[in-house]
């Protein structure tokens, strides 16, 4: 129902974005919508979540240099990733939660020189 797409290597200071469409007729406007990541080792954390009212949130470690948007015409949901950092490597997971959750397959983001 959720497909992720967009991942890459990436080099450090670099941008990257992160897109994911929803499928299946999902009334995809009424859905809370997040991307979520996971870093090797690491458990899986939110990084940024755009509410059906509009309303954004961020991690702390991503505020400032990453940009979330949904697009309710296009069921699509992007994250725009600027002045990446080698700890932004990770599995990012496109997430979709109403009266059912959906998760994406996840896109890889590695971010080295």
């Known amino acids: 129902q959720l497909q992720a797409s967009g991942g890459g290597l990436v080099q450090p200071g670099g941008s990257l974005t992160v897109s994911c469409v929803a499928s299946?007729?999902?009334?995809?406007?009424?859905?809370?919508m997040g991307w979520y990541r996971q870093a090797p080792g690491k458990q899986r954390e939110l990084v940024a979540g755009?509410?059906?009212?509009?309303?954004?949130s961020y991690a702390d470690s991503v505020k400032g240099r990453f940009i979330v948007s949904r697009n309710n015409a296009k069921n699509t949901l992007d994250l725009q990733m600027n002045s990446l950092k080698l700890e932004d490597t990770a599995v990012y997971y496109c997430?979709?939660?109403?009266?059912?959750?959906?998760w994406g397959q996840g896109t890889l983001v590695t971010v080295s020189s």
């Open positions: 997430y979709g939660r109403w009266l059912l959750e959906y």
């Open positions: 299946g007729g999902i009334t995809f406007s009424r859905y809370y």
């Open positions: 755009i509410a059906s009212s509009g309303q954004i």
